[in-house]
């Protein structure tokens, strides 16, 4: 479980993020708020991207290191995390510094290409891959390291309507704790909890439908 305790996030001077105290312990969770308001640092913040001004974050109560090896991160723009020229060589990649014996390793690729319906991507060059395609050979690179919590930020920007609605199938079977920066209203309306912040501070935090009317009514006031 993620525990933030007194946050604050200052950047050029300005606070980004303020005041934040919270335990993330639903198995869904979705962020809302404007444009600017610190989605994308608050999201960052969990898996130690991004380090607070002030306060800590911490997983189950270690100071350090617990976060990169609990958390995994899928970015909105899939270029940031793919490193290698083969898919395949890609997801190998975070697999081979956990040091797994290569056919544990083949066998978590093989599975998460299937759940993923991209097996026949695995000997592909990612340069030459599409935006949607991108995405989930992303989404696979995080996957295969079974990590506790996934936090995605605003993962279905690229995707068309089938890619979409797979990836919520994915993300709805997915064993693990979800945090989920989105602005698919309906989408977060079936988590446990939505987060809403506006200009670094959070202004809503409950059940969904409550906080995203809220979000609604005041975005259109
Ligand atoms: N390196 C930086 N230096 C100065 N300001 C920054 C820096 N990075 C982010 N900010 C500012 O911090 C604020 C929050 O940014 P953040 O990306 O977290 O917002 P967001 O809610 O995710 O926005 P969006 O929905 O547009 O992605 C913005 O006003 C942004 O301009």
Redesign the pocket.
């Known amino acids: 479980m993620i525990t933030l305790a007194g946050v604050g996030v200052e ?2 001077g ?1 606070s ?2 303020a005041g934040l105290d919270l335990r993330i312990a639903e198995r869904r969770v979705g962020i809302v ?12 913040l969990l898996n130690g991207l991004e380090k607070p001004t002030t306060g800590t974050v911490t997983w189950n109560g270690d100071p350090d290191g617990g976060l990169r090896r609990h958390v995994g991160f899928v970015f ?1 723009n899939p270029e940031h995390q793919i490193v290698y020229p083969i898919v395949q060589e890609d997801l190998e990649f975070g697999l081979k510094n956990l040091k797994l014996p290569v056919p544990v390793m083949r066998e978590r690729i093989d599975e998460v290409l299937a759940r993923l319906e991209i097996a026949h991507l695995r000997d592909r060059f990612t340069h030459q891959l599409s935006g949607g395609e991108l995405q989930l050979v992303a989404l696979a690179g995080v996957l295969v390291m079974k990590p506790s919590m996934i936090v995605f ?2 993962p279905t920007t690229l995707l068309d309507l089938r890619n979409t609605n797979l990836l919520m199938k994915v993300v709805s079977g997915l064993e693990q704790q979800v945090v989920m ?1 989105s ?1 698919d209203l309906a989408l977060l309306r079936e988590f446990d909890r939505v987060l809403h ?1 506006e200009e ?1 501070r959070l202004v809503g935090d409950g059940q969904p439908g409550p906080i995203i009317d809220d979000y609604i009514a005041r975005s259109l006031a």
């Open positions: 950047k050029a300005r980004v993020l708020g404007r444009n600017g308001s610190g989605k994308s640092t608050f999201a960052r909105q930020d605003e920066v602005h912040f670094g």
